[in-house]
């Protein structure tokens, strides 16, 4: 129980410091006169066996590599233990946390491993949330981008691409 409190205090520190840490990186990157990630960045989280190629333009974090980010937008890879709770309804409280309102939500198969592929709206936050949900052994492994409402169709295509470059091994 108190792995999936600190879970959702995550999730919540998570949507809350994205304005914050988009204003910053925005100032930074306009400052340095940055030009964004060069194609093939990628994240890489070994004890996950997992890696994606971030969206173009999208850097990762220096601190935090399983943290990327553009503009207001940012990427975030997490894994959590289920706990013996059911994959897909765990998935779906997931999505409904914040008062998300799943948009679309279709079962996919990633290197064999059982996962889900959503977009959810946070009306309350003005954001959008494409992401990735896996089940690896008793683990919930989630791969998510957040981006400002306005931004999404902007940002869907690459997102959707970066999505698909998932591997888990």
């Given at each position: 129980?108190?792995?999936?409190?600190?879970?959702?205090?995550m999730?919540?520190?998570?949507?809350?410091?994205?304005?914050v840490?988009?204003?910053?990186?925005?100032?930074?990157?306009?400052?340095?006169?940055?030009?964004?990630?060069?194609?093939?960045?990628?994240?890489?989280?070994?004890?996950?066996?997992?890696?994606?190629?971030?969206?173009?333009?999208?850097?990762?974090?220096?601190?935090?590599?399983?943290?990327?980010?553009?503009?207001?937008?940012?990427?975030?890879?997490?894994?959590?233990?289920?706990?013996?709770?059911?994959?897909?309804?765990?998935?779906?409280?997931i999505?409904?946390?914040?008062?998300?309102?799943?948009?679309?939500?279709?079962?996919?198969?990633?290197g064999?491993?059982?996962?889900?592929r959503v977009?959810?709206d946070?009306?309350?936050?003005?954001?959008?949330?494409?992401?990735?949900?896996?089940?690896?052994?008793?683990?919930?492994?989630?791969?998510?981008?957040?981006?400002?409402?306005?931004?999404f169709?902007?940002?869907?295509?690459?997102?959707?691409?970066?999505?698909?470059?998932?591997?888990?091994?």
């Open positions: 129980m108190r792995a999936q409190w600190e879970v959702k205090g999730r919540r520190m998570f949507f809350s410091a994205v304005a840490v988009a204003a910053v990186l925005v100032a930074f990157v306009v400052g340095c006169g940055g030009k964004g990630s060069p194609v093939g960045e990628k994240i890489t989280v070994p004890e996950l066996g997992l890696s994606l190629k971030v969206p173009r333009g999208w850097k990762v974090d220096k601190h935090n590599p399983r943290l990327c980010f553009k503009d207001n937008s940012t990427g975030l890879v997490m894994d959590e233990p289920l706990e013996g709770r059911d994959f897909e309804e765990y998935v779906d409280e999505c409904r946390d914040f008062r998300g309102q799943v948009i679309s939500k279709e079962s996919v198969n990633v064999g491993y059982a996962a889900f977009v959810v946070h009306p309350d936050k003005g954001s959008r949330l494409m992401g990735l949900f896996i089940e690896k052994g008793d683990r919930l492994i989630e791969v998510s981008f957040v981006v400002p409402r306005d931004d169709e902007k940002y869907k295509a690459s997102l959707m691409e970066a999505l698909d470059s998932v591997k888990v091994e």
